[in-house]
């Protein structure tokens, strides 16, 4: 499995792709494939406060929900209103169109985080 | 949860050498997906696909009194059946609850071969030989791990299989049954299935398994055949409204409350839990089984609140997006009064009201 190296990623399986102030987050292709078929999600209202740790909202695949989270602090000021009518965009592409949301963040938000390598290393020693 | 060591089927070789998604279910190791359960879905409503269903529990029940004591311990009525056929029943708690559902074949006069929920054989085998003590002439006894069973479901499932057995499936109506041969080994061959569609449950040796199940994939390529795991027959049982034990049905609800009545047969003479049926029928019950589409946005699942008029008034007992249907429905138990199709209902998804309706069961039903 090979991991864009343009972004940071989560121990929780989700990548943050850094353009000045502005973080898109998205689910990496390992946390799509341990979910399923996706079929619903929720995503916050454009203007909530997100935070490592802190639900920020759910997918939903056929069998079960799970809670999203945002690697970064910050604003939302944009979420991926694609994935309302296709859900199934984050199983097909979850580093591109299936991207979730749209945070702004002070400096420094990426803290943390791993880069593609060390997100590899860490895939590995969980046995995956 | 207990810590035994998981189980694994006979064709658990096969699992892994399809790439399923191994889960812990029932105490056995099985394929949850294998490609995908929309994908898995699709194959069983359009085409076929095969399930690995060794995990159930079949029993036998043989003597002179075997028909007498699958009456006791049964709400449906066995002397309806001549050797050859299948009925669908419930194993009955004195209260008139669910000890489990089952299939019952009658073999012959004096044998009878239950199938049984894997979560459940333990307890069931438990409870059927302690009705036994009434009983002389009635054994029982667990043949659970002298079977596997594949089942071959889907509108090409006859064709598919075919390829493998003299066995003329076109005269097995549905819920009868032959004992044949497939793949050259001798197989129990049913027409029943847990999908909504047409289908086959093949009984066979254990050690037969793995090559049926190999070249059942491979005759079947031509209609496009695919291994399903056990998420999609959730979702295919799901959207026929058959009953998931422990999440739709249990010991506490009665085949009445379930919408299952047409199993209660109260006139066959005296079994357990008959009194408590008996005044059901007569008087009526309180809740009911129902269906439900969302209206609003989300998923309900399994074990959320059913609230009506600012009340809680249920809860929801399986919830899923449907595939075939392509839209969020579940099921769950509401007082009688608010159980008619059209009545608004909100599901209370993480803290949130959504908005639901009661909708006609079942949620799919296939083309006759």
Redesign the interface.
Same mark, same amino acid.
């Given at each position: 499995m090979t991991q864009p190296a343009d972004r940071m990623y989560s121990r929780t399986h989700e990548w943050a792709l850094l353009a000045g102030d502005v973080v898109t987050v998205g689910i990496t292709q390992f946390a799509q494939e341990q979910l399923?078929?996706v &079929?619903?999600v @929720?995503l916050p209202a454009v203007g909530a406060a997100v935070a490592p740790g802190k639900a920020a909202g759910?997918i @939903?695949?056929?069998?079960? &929900?799970s809670e999203v989270f945002s690697p970064v602090a910050g604003e939302v000021i944009e979420v991926n209103t694609a994935l309302e009518g296709h859900p199934e965009l984050i199983n097909k592409e979850p580093f591109g169109e299936g991207w979730l949301m749209r945070v702004r963040v002070v400096a420094g938000a990426a803290a943390g985080l791993m880069d593609a390598a060390a997100y590899e290393t860490f895939l590995a020693e969980e046995g995956h | 949860m207990t810590h035994h060591e998981l189980l694994r089927t006979p064709l658990y070789d096969c699992h892994v050498e399809e790439h399923g998604r191994i889960v812990p279910f029932a105490g056995f190791e099985m394929p949850v997906q294998y490609v995908g359960v929309m994908e898995e879905h699709r194959a069983i409503r359009t085409a076929v696909g095969l399930f690995d269903v060794s995990h159930m529990g079949e029993i036998d029940v043989t003597g002179r009194r075997a028909l007498e004591f699958i009456q006791h311990v049964t709400c449906n009525d066995a002397s309806k059946l001549t050797p050859g056929r299948a009925q669908y029943s419930g194993l009955m708690t004195r209260r008139g609850t669910f000890v489990d559902d089952l299939l019952v074949h009658k073999i012959g006069d004096h044998h009878y071969f239950l199938v049984v929920n894997a979560a459940n054989k333990d307890k069931d085998y438990a409870y059927l030989l302690a009705q036994t003590e009434q009983f002389d002439n009635v054994d029982v006894v667990d043949r659970s791990a002298d079977y596997a069973q594949i089942a071959v479901q889907g509108p090409k499932a006859e064709a598919v299989l075919q390829r493998l057995t003299g066995t003329p499936l076109a005269e097995i109506k549905y819920y009868r049954f032959v004992e044949g041969k497939v793949d050259d080994e001798p197989a129990i061959i049913a027409r029943t299935g847990y999908t909504g569609e047409d289908g086959f449950e093949v009984y066979l040796d254990p050690v037969a398994a793995p090559g049926l199940w190999r070249k059942l994939l491979e005759v079947g390529k031509p209609e496009g055949i695919m291994p399903c795991g056990l998420g999609c027959r959730d979702t295919l049982r799901f959207e026929a409204c058959m009953p998931l034990y422990g999440n739709d049905i249990d010991d506490t609800t009665t085949p009445f409350e379930a919408g299952l009545g047409w199993i209660v047969k109260l006139d066959k003479g005296g079994f357990l839990g008959r009194d408590v049926l008996a005044r059901q029928q007569a008087e009526g019950w309180k809740r009911k089984l129902m269906g439900f589409a969302m209206t609003g946005r989300g998923i309900a699942r399994h074990g959320y609140p059913i609230w009506h008029g600012g009340k809680q008034v249920g809860l929801v007992t399986s919830g899923s997006h449907a595939p075939t249907l392509n839209r969020a429905l579940g099921m769950g138990y509401v007082p009688v009064e608010l159980a008619a199709v059209g009545t608004q209902i909100e599901i209370e998804i993480r803290g949130q009201m959504v908005a639901a309706e009661i909708v006609d069961t079942p949620f799919y039903r296939r083309a006759k």
């Open positions: 399923g078929d &079929v619903f @929720e759910n @939903e695949s056929v069998k079960a &929900v | -």
